[in-house]
């Protein structure tokens, strides 16, 4: 009996080397498994200055920009003073610029 030799249905390939950015991938989330995110509640500036600001969003000058805008961590940019407009914050018609507000002062450098 001749032995036929049957040619392997599969040949034998080579693996191929792992994609850099699944192997970065799974290296940066291995890194953060059980890594906690904890929201830090943080001093919005109608907080910080105890304007008179109710939960409605008004004070005694009216609406107030930085509450109905969300922006109470970021208030110098609807306050009204870096835009030339008039400014609508009490705390800034004081200064001549937000960039004297001891709020803003102080967000900047991460002391609150």
Known sequence: MIEKKIPNPRPLQKKK???????????????????????????KCWEFFKCGLHKVGLHKHGQCSAFTKSAGRRCWL???????????CEVARTLKSCKDCEFYQKVKKGEI
């Open 17 to 43: 080397p792992p994609c850099p950015a699944t192997m970065a991938f799974e290296a940066f989330a291995k890194a953060f498994e059980g890594f906690e995110q904890t929201k830090v509640e943080r001093t």
């Open 78 to 88: 609807v306050a009204g003073t870096l835009s030339g407009t008039e400014p609508e």
